[in-house]
């Protein structure tokens, strides 16, 4: 008799654990499902800001608005993006990059901004779709070049500044928004 009842004790669990395996199986494919879906998501919603920052770019007005800055010799500053920027709108670009939290510089926000007028832009895009954007800038305390690179897919991008009368160029790394869409803050231009 209690032979018995292990036998169909042992057959419950083996039943049980049969059970579980089909609920987690159900689960887990119930899970990849939704996953999949957020992934199609991202990318609708990826595929969109890169339709946007191509927009932007044609209609030159936009803003890249950074998050990372890296300085001459390499070194890599994470940075606020409403006060680390590249904009232009019409014949008109500001170039800010304000690294400090703690001092106010020239600007008033950190850093430094300079603002100038607009000439010789350029917009190229190879085979694979990627946009190469170029511009100079010159104006009361700027006179530089700035090349943005964009990659097809995402609002992703990288921009060099270099100065003409000098080596100290810098790179921001960011994300191309419509200039109406911008959240950036400008200081005090030189």
Partial sequence: MLASVLVSGSAQNKETLKERVERWKSDMAEFNAGRSGDEQARNALDTLSWLQAERAFEDSAFVLEADAVIFKYGQRV???????????????????????????????VGGITVEGTVSNVRRTSDRK???????????????????????????RVLAEVSP??????????????PYEFSRTFEGTSL
């Fill in 78 to 108: 994470h940075v606020n993006s409403t006060t680390n920027f590249i904009s232009m709108k019409g014949d008109r670009a500001v170039i800010q990059i304000s690294p400090s939290y703690v001092f106010g510089g020239p600007n008033g």
């Fill in 129 to 155: 779709g990627r946009i190469t954007f170029s511009m100079d800038v010159t104006g009361r305390g700027v006179n530089a070049s700035v090349r943005i690179y964009a990659y097809p897919g995402s609002d």
């Fill in 164 to 177: 003409t009368f000098n080596s100290n160029n810098v790179r921001l790394e960011g994300r191309i928004v």
